[in-house]
């Protein structure tokens, strides 16, 4: 049976040079116990020395975890916990987790390492106590099914609101994961999520779309998911907790090389409900292929949020076939009223490193048209690609419309447009005289009749 030690009797007598490897260690638990706040309030335990810096703890033979976790756990200054490295001696690290569970002043936490059964359950301990956490990560270490089990309970009893971040890299199956995802639906707040390589398949998609689904006014603004074996109706899945995230922005993809066309147009109710805010789309190393092009042109729609679509052309496998979709996405040129209802929000659509050498030349010039705040992309459009407004459709509210028409011209010569006017302002305006030209004169003789009714007024 493990003997506890009694941390709080001893530390007023120890000698922190007996338990510690080196001075440089002996001085960063000077600084906790001290609480010193000339350092930067990080710590980072390894194995081995990285940058010599003060906050670098190197564990080493002499080295007692149970006191660094004990002086960790009453610092009050400790704002980041990067753990590396822990000794294979399941005793120091259970001691060390235990002395970490009592801390309060954390706000960053990242495991890059097995804490085994017993660390993980004062890890428990710790998401439970502390209600400063802002951000905890499991990385750089393999996630295998019991490690994942341990870490799940871990999360159920995290129920503190303070947690905006959660990431999780590197699980060994998608059935390790769908143990996570589905404890995840305590956590409602985060605003990043994070699951990136971690073989995440059908079943994971199933589990994490079920917890997004049943998030009630959802915080997340990030999701990642890239590096894992999501196919189409994975997506299909996490696109139903999607849709319920009304605050999501960026959605991470890449390099799920299951997804074919039928996923991405599985995403259209995503992009076309009302309440879709999302502003990036990830979809580097997906072979969509131009019908995938032809699903994400029509998803976008009516689209007023998303700006960036990010996707590597070739390996995609678009052609002029997809580019075409894209093209009449951004200007619809087979009426006025269609280029007006185009979409004019979106400002990059390829690779992510912003090389545009494999889109149209059409397409760099609508998205450019777009991304400039000087001027109305709409009219700049209309005035761009109709050499002559067709007026009929309006002949309908007669002169009335005719103060509108004026109107929008203005608003072009206000946008600095004033060079693309031409002689279109004056054609507009004489088919519409030429149109109804009884109209236009009645109009005229009335304000005549008016004028002389009014120069009798005054005579008499």
């Known amino acids: 049976m493990t003997e506890y030690k009694d941390y709080d009797a001893l530390v007023q007598n120890i000698n922190l040079g007996d338990i510690t490897s080196s001075e440089h260690n002996a001085n960063i638990l000077r600084k906790l116990r001290d609480g010193n706040p000339c350092w930067n309030k990080t710590l980072y335990i390894l194995e081995d020395e990285i940058d010599g810096d003060i906050d670098e703890f190197i564990i080493r033979t002499g080295d007692d975890l149970g006191w660094l976790g004990y002086f960790i756990g009453r610092s009050e200054v400790i704002e980041a916990l990067e753990v590396q490295y822990l000794s294979e001696e399941g005793e120091q690290v259970d001691a060390f987790m235990r002395g970490v569970a009592c801390n309060q002043s954390i706000t960053e936490l990242s495991i890059k390492t097995d804490l085994n ?90 589990a994490l779309g079920n917890t997004l689904r049943r998030w009630q006014s959802s915080n997340l603004k990030c999701l990642t998911l890239s590096n894992n074996n999501i196919d189409d109706l994975g997506l299909e899945a996490l696109v139903e907790g999607m849709s319920n995230c009304s605050n999501l922005e960026t959605v ?125 992309a709409a009219i700049c459009k209309i005035l761009k690609t109709h050499d002559h407004f067709d007026m009929k459709p309006f002949f309908q509210w007669k002169l009335k419309f005719l103060p509108v028409m004026v109107a929008w011209f203005q608003r072009a010569r206000a946008a600095g447009l004033e060079h693309l006017l031409g002689s279109k302002k004056l054609s507009s305006m004489y088919d519409f005289v030429r149109s109804m030209p009884m109209l236009v004169l009645g109009g005229h003789q009335g304000q005549e009749k008016t004028l002389r009714r009014s120069r009798k007024r005054r005579v008499r």
């Not at 947690?163 to 990043?192: C, G, M």
């Not at 400002?347 to 450019?368: K, N």
Request: hydrophobic share 40%; with cysteine; proline share 2%.
């Open 252 to 376: 991470h993809l890449c390099d799920n090389r299951s997804i074919t066309a039928a996923g991405i147009r599985s995403m259209a109710p995503l992009l076309q409900s009302e309440t879709c805010s999302l502003k990036i789309i990830m979809l580097q190393r997906i072979s969509f292929g131009d019908e995938g092009a032809i699903a994400l042109a029509e998803g976008l729609r009516g689209n007023k949020s998303l700006s960036r679509l990010f996707f590597a052309p070739t390996s995609a496998g678009v052609t002029d076939v997809g580019w075409a979709a894209f093209s009449k996405l951004l200007c619809d040129t087979s009426s006025i009223n269609n280029t007006y209802l185009s979409n004019h929000t979106l400002e990059w659509v390829g690779s992510l490193f912003y090389d545009d050498s494999d889109t149209p030349p059409d397409v760099r010039r609508y998205l450019l048209w777009n991304k400039d705040q000087r001027i109305d």
């Open 117 to 206: 059964v017993q660390g993980f359950k004062n890890l428990g301990l710790f998401l439970r106590n502390n209600n400063s956490l802002t951000d905890l990560r499991f990385v750089n270490f393999l996630v295998g099914r019991e490690c994942a089990h341990y870490i799940a309970m871990a999360l159920e009893q995290c129920r503190n609101s303070s947690l905006r971040s959660f990431v999780l890299e590197s699980s060994y199956d998608e059935d390790t994961f769908s143990e996570i995802a589905t404890v995840l639906r305590f956590q409602s707040q985060l605003e990043k999520l994070h699951i990136d390589c971690n073989n995440i398949g059908r079943n994971g998609c199933v």
